[in-house]
């Protein structure tokens, strides 16, 4: 079985630019959370989303946002890029909303200059 | 908010045994999981714990005292592939949401 899918793995964006990166969790899998991890820190929580509802919400500004399709993949958009949202961007679904074991996909990372 | 609290290197040697502490404060706490991640790959999950006490996975074990507000990883039989980093992250409500510490680097050396 795949497992969570994230793309792509690499992006290169200049200041003030949008950017949408892509997840698809593992088959069967209803929740999707995403992590943005900085270099020599461990991930922090963004969003998570289940059966296409927002259902949580870490600290990050405005600029970013989500959505959960019908098909449980799910889009992470991040406007007006600054350079410090260079980071990895992590992806992690779990079974159901309450699941305890999260799996992570490789992750994009995204460069802005 | 949160706060979790790890060394942030370790060095074992071949063979030992490691312990890697985590203290964590949090407005809300749910469970403790370990994840371990290798340089440029995603963290894998090792364990959770919501109650108190030890959880053995093979060569891996968890404790957790709640009412410390404490839990560390256990590695047995260090092997050259442990090293890596290893994160605590606190659950803080009912949902999939995962609050994680900065991370222990474990250097394990023959």
Redesign the interface.
Known sequence: DAG?TQSPTHLIKTRGQQVTLRCSPISGHK?V?W?QQVL??????IF?Y?EKEE??R?NFPDRFSARQFPNYSSELNVNALLLGDSALY?C?S?LT???????????TRLTVV | GQSLEQPSEVTAVEGAIVQINCTYQTSGFYGLSWYQQHDGGAPTFLSYNALDGLEETGRFSSFLSRSDSYGYLLLQELQMKDSASYFCAVRVNTGNQFYFGTGTSLTVIP
Not at chain 1, 40 to 45: K, L, N
Not at chain 1, 97 to 107: M, R, Y
């Open positions: 969570v929740s959370s992590y020599g820190q461990g991930p922090q929580f998570q289940y259902r949580g870490g992590l992690a779990s909303l309450l699941g305890t074991e999260a799996f992570f996909g490789q992750g």
